[in-house]
Nanobody, 126 residues
Framework: QVQLRESGGDSVQAGGSLRLSCVGSGYWHSRYCMGWYRQVPGKAREGVAI????????DYADSVKGRFTISTDNPQKMLYLQIHSLKPEDTAMYYC???????????????????WGQGTQVTVSA
């Protein structure tokens, strides 16, 4: 079992950048699928980006392609989400996640993860 804790959320102006971090503790599998999701109050949690630890393969939601970059540092048990050109619609609670049965986005559908962090808030003002 792995425990996850996010950090790096902040209030920023549109066009700005942030780097979200997620540190793992406990069991960290080098072949985990890892991901970032986000959620706005009253709406379902949506997948943002995923990465397969074993080979670094990534995939993204269409709404963030070209602006978000997911990466890992396996020896440090870290997961990152670099965000550029932030938009007000990026405002959400961002969650990191680990361990999914598949590591692909199929027809826009992200995989289901077993382990989740508590979230870090990103607020983007116009």
């Amino acid at each position: 079992q792995v425990q996850l804790r996010e950090s790096g959320g902040d209030s920023v102006q549109a066009g700005g950048s942030l780097r979200l971090s997620c540190v793992g503790s406990g069991y960290w599998h080098s072949r985990y699928c890892m991901g970032w999701y986000r959620q706005v109050p009253g709406k379902a949690r949506e997948g943002v980006a995923i990465i397969y630890n074993a080979d670094g393969t990534t995939d993204y939601a269409d709404s963030v392609k070209g602006r978000f970059t997911i990466s890992t540092d396996n020896p440090q048990k870290m997961l990152y989400l670099q965000i550029h050109s932030l938009k007000p619609e990026d405002t959400a609670m961002y969650y990191c996640a680990a361990d999914a049965s598949r590591c692909t986005v199929v027809a826009g559908s992200f995989p289901q993860f077993h382990y989740w962090g508590q979230g870090t808030q990103v607020t983007v003002s116009a």
